[in-house]
């Protein structure tokens, strides 16, 4: 199973910014999908969540301003934030539950970089 995440970049506050991420291999029955970041010093934590429902969840510091979002057919999550803040600067990480032939696990992809400036 290969994650490849693309977006992020150097952005001023106040500005938006979108990732993307795709998952492949074979055999895959995509399940849950998420955002984490983690910024220097601190914990990996939850951005935002979609279910293979479509159900999401965001974490309180970036609802309202972030909108999480997936492609079944490309098993593809996005993330859409604005209003970005300096404080949401951090390595962003996709991560997808992916069910292969009967056998659940959660996978990571390697991260991109979100830097914003004041």
């Known amino acids: 199973v290969l994650l490849q995440a693309s977006g992020g970049g150097s952005v001023q506050a106040g500005g938006c910014l979108s990732l993307s991420c795709a998952a492949s291999g074979s055999d895959l029955r995509i399940m849950d999908m998420g955002w984490y970041r983690q910024a220097p010093g601190k914990q990996r934590e939850l951005v935002a969540r979609?279910?293979?429902?479509?159900?999401?969840k965001y974490a309180d510091s970036v609802r309202g301003r972030a909108t999480i979002s997936r492609d079944n057919a490309k098993k593809s999550v996005y993330l859409q934030m604005n209003s970005l803040k300096p404080e949401d600067t951090a390595v962003y990480y996709c991560?997808?539950?992916?069910?292969?032939?009967?056998?659940?696990?959660?996978?990571w992809g390697r991260g991109t970089q979100v830097t914003v400036s004041s």
């Open positions: 979609i279910t293979s429902g479509g159900a999401t």
């Open positions: 991560q997808v539950d992916i069910d292969i032939l009967g056998s659940v696990g959660g996978y």
